[in-house]
């Protein structure tokens, strides 16, 4: 079990505030379930067990635009890691180099200004 810094103010950010109540689920599940790179497997009736709803994934993945990231059977959610560690990570902390790991196995990498996308050589 890991505990993860959430934005309380995302309910007066009007991105968040217009998205229909079953994409708000959708995107606190996501936050909640992907792991410490923002990589999510994508798990259909996992997802419908958890939430009690009839969820269709690819649905919501375009209604949360450049929020997420699709990579066939996984989602990334690019600013993840950046919001979660405040800073781009380094081999130096214990911790990220645990992240690190974790990008390197899903063929990730972190730009310059901490957003995780799919490396280059990948």
Same mark, same amino acid.
């Given at each position: @079990?890991s !505990?993860r810094?959430? *934005? #309380?103010e995302k309910w007066e950010?009007?991105?968040? +505030?217009? /998205?229909?109540?079953?994409t !708000?689920?959708f995107?606190?599940f996501?936050?909640?379930?992907?792991?410490?790179?923002?990589?999510?497997?994508?798990?259909?009736?996992r997802?419908?067990f &958890?939430?009690? @709803?009839? =969820? *269709? =994934?690819? +649905?919501?993945? *375009?209604?949360?635009?450049?929020?997420? =990231?699709?990579?066939?059977?996984?989602i990334?959610?690019?600013?993840?890691?950046?919001?979660?560690q405040?800073?781009?990570? #380094?081999? !130096?902390?214990?911790?990220?180099?645990? =992240?690190?790991? /974790? /990008? *390197?196995?899903?063929g990730? &990498?972190?730009?310059?200004?901490?957003?995780?996308?799919?490396? !280059?050589?990948f």
């Amino acid at each position: @079990m890991s !505990k993860r810094f959430t *934005e #309380t103010e995302k309910w007066e950010d009007s991105w968040f +505030a217009y /998205l229909t109540p079953t994409t !708000k689920l959708f995107w606190i599940f996501l936050l909640d379930k992907v792991d410490d790179s923002g990589v999510w497997k994508k798990d259909q009736r996992r997802l419908n067990f &958890e939430t009690g @709803m009839e =969820i *269709e =994934i690819q +649905a919501f993945i *375009e209604d949360l635009g450049d929020r997420v =990231i699709d990579l066939d059977d996984r989602i990334l959610i690019p600013g993840f890691v950046q919001f979660q560690q405040g800073r781009p990570l #380094t081999e !130096k902390v214990r911790f990220h180099q645990r =992240i690190l790991k /974790l /990008l *390197e196995k899903h063929g990730l &990498e972190q730009d310059g200004k901490g957003q995780v996308r799919v490396s !280059k050589g990948f």
